[in-house]
């Protein structure tokens, strides 16, 4: 009995021992792993990893595709979509591939042309709580909403209403003092541009046959101008500095530029000239005063004394009084091809300070050495730098020159401004830089407003910014393409960039900048070019001064109208 017994107590320990045994060895057992997550490949409508999109549908669809399972748990705080302001958008969320692979759409369409960006965070976990390695932003870019923002009207009334409302910037920002066109509607209201002037007056004339505003504003308009520059205005051998303060006349600098600019002063005097033309009464006291006024001021300028007086063979751009080293003094010969030819078309013209042909031929053309003559698109450009440069060289110059049979030792102009223009435009409508939004109804690359400066834009400086007056101010060159440009910036874009003043300075459609600026030596442009296009007002009125007629001829130019 007592045997029995030591042998089921000796079976009961081994049993327990074994449990015991077996229970110690699990306790021990190491867990698994965590494994990390890493994005292997992103795509937003089917389109693969890019830092950032353009052109997104309203529903676009998001795609992650991760190196492990995701907890799903996880995702609704670890993804956002924001628009450019930091609010968020609603999601929904998919999953495929056991979970590797996450889906999101918005929950209601996003907005057209507003920038989103979609983020994930480290706090994304996998199934087993390893963390996401590296967080991941891309920025969206939503596609243009092509519905029309305002009523379509006709091309005429449409004309007429781009060239009324863009007007209202030199009536509005005339100084209150000297009428003078303030430089830009939000620089310093002190500061008065006299090149920008000269366009304003020329949109004045236009204002005035339009019946924008009445002839007899205009006149006292400009006879305020007039008077200031002849009495108040500080000059140098009759020439204006290119800004004023609008209130003394005194020099504002520009850049190192403290004295006289003779481009800036032609083009003022390009628009007072036409000014005189216009307003042509013989009986009426303020119109007769006003062209007394003018003539009074292109007389006195002294264009040969701007050969530094005789020196050299070539006009030189700014006087600069307070420098003491004559290079300093005289700087940037005016050499072509830019914007000034105008320059020397005046300085031929004086009836008492004229320069000579010689001076055109060695100084402005380089004895040919600023033509051209390669083939960019299809056109050939007679002159100028490779693509023709920025638009504003076969505007500035033309809103008073008819280039249309005028033709010189040089070049035929009608064929300059308008392969200028033709190349411009296809290089915009190529968009050799990917930019969002170029198109055959996008596009003008010329001076502007850029985000955060200014600069020249051409197609070899194309920073991916659009100047509305670029394609309009083309008008008489390009003429269905620069009205489908302007359809374009009113119907399509109309809610971005129209406003009190017209068109905006500037946009890019890549980054969603639009420019808060006008200037006047943009806006002008637009009135007299879209005028010229119409109805030739402003170069009929140039081009019939005798004086100019005689200096341009002088210089070997030949025109139906000289």
């Known amino acids: 009995m007592e045997i029995k017994k030591l042998g089921i107590f000796f079976l009961v320990s081994v049993i327990l021992f074994g449990c015991s045994k077996k229970s110690d060895t699990s306790s021990t057992v190491t867990p698994p792993a965590r494994e990390n997550v890493f994005i292997q490949t992103w795509w937003v409508n089917d389109v693969s990893n890019q830092s950032a999109y353009n052109n997104v549908s309203k529903l676009p669809s998001i795609k992650y595709l991760f190196s492990t399972k995701i907890d799903r748990t996880t995702v609704a705080s670890a993804f956002a979509l924001t628009n450019n302001s930091g609010v968020a958008v609603a999601c929904n969320f998919s999953y495929q591939n056991s979970d590797s692979v996450l889906l ?3 929950a209601a369409n996003l907005s057209a042309l ?4 979609a983020s994930l965070s480290t706090s994304l976990k996998s199934v087993s709580g390893g963390a996401l390695q590296t967080a991941s932003s891309m920025d969206l870019i939503t596609a243009i909403d092509s519905t029309n923002k305002f009523a379509v009207i006709s091309d005429s009334a449409l004309l007429d209403l781009v060239q009324k409302q863009t007007f209202k910037y030199f009536w509005d920002f005339g100084h209150p003092i000297c009428g003078m066109a303030l430089e830009r509607n939000n620089g310093d209201n002190n500061v008065v541009t006299s090149g920008g002037s000269g366009f304003g007056i020329m949109a004045m004339i236009v204002a005035a046959n339009r019946g924008f505003i009445t ?4 006149v006292t308009r400009l006879n305020t101008i007039t008077n200031f520059l ?3 205005c500080q000059r140098w051998h009759g020439a204006f500095s290119h800004w004023i303060n609008g209130t003394t006349g005194a020099t504002v600098p520009f ?7 003779i481009v800036e002063t032609s083009y003022l005097l390009q628009g007072l000239l036409c000014a005189r033309q216009y307003f042509n009464s013989s009986t009426d006291a303020g119109e007769i005063q006003l062209r007394d006024s003018i003539n009074s001021i292109w007389n006195a300028v002294d264009w040969n004394w701007f050969t530094q007086n005789g020196a050299q063979k070539s006009i030189y751009w700014q006087y600069n009084p307070s420098f003491t080293n004559t290079n300093d003094i005289w700087s940037i010969p005016v050499a072509g091809w830019n914007e000034a030819l105008i320059t020397y078309v005046l300085a031929a013209s004086s009836t008492t300070h004229a320069i000579t042909k010689q001076v055109y031929d060695v100084g402005w053309a380089n004895n ?13 450009l007679p002159l100028g730098p490779a693509y023709g440069g920025p638009m504003f060289f076969s505007h500035y110059s033309f809103l008073g020159i008819n280039p249309n049979g005028l033709t010189d030792a040089y070049a035929d102009y009608s064929i300059q401004t308008k392969n200028h223009a033709y190349i411009n435009f296809n290089y915009c409508k190529a968009n050799p830089k990917n930019y969002y939004g170029y198109s055959a109804s996008c596009w003008g690359l010329t001076a502007s407003d850029i985000s955060g400066g200014y600069t020249a834009s051409s197609p ?4 991916g910014v659009i100047a509305p007056t670029a394609a309009i101010s083309s008008m008489p060159y390009t003429p ?4 489908a440009a302007l359809k374009f910036f009113y119907y399509t874009l109309g809610d971005k960039i129209w406003g009190t003043y017209g068109f905006a300075d500037a946009f890019s459609l890549q980054t969603l900048w639009y420019a808060s600026s006008y200037l006047a030596i943009d806006q002008g442009p637009i009135i007299v070019m879209i005028e010229n296009y119409r109805s030739g007002l402003l170069w009929n009125l140039f081009t019939a001064c005798p004086e100019i007629k005689s200096g341009m001829r002088n210089l070997g130019f030949t025109a139906p109208y000289l």
């Open 104 to 106: 999101i759409t918005p």
């Open 114 to 117: 507003t920038k989103y960006t």
């Open 215 to 218: 002839r007899t504003d205009a």
């Open 230 to 232: 002849t009495t108040k």
């Open 255 to 261: 850049g190192n530029n403290n004295g006289a600019d």
């Open 368 to 380: 040919g050495g600023m033509k051209n003559g390669a083939n960019y698109y299809g056109y050939t």
């Open 460 to 463: 070899t400086n194309d920073v």
């Open 480 to 483: 269905t393409e620069s009205m």
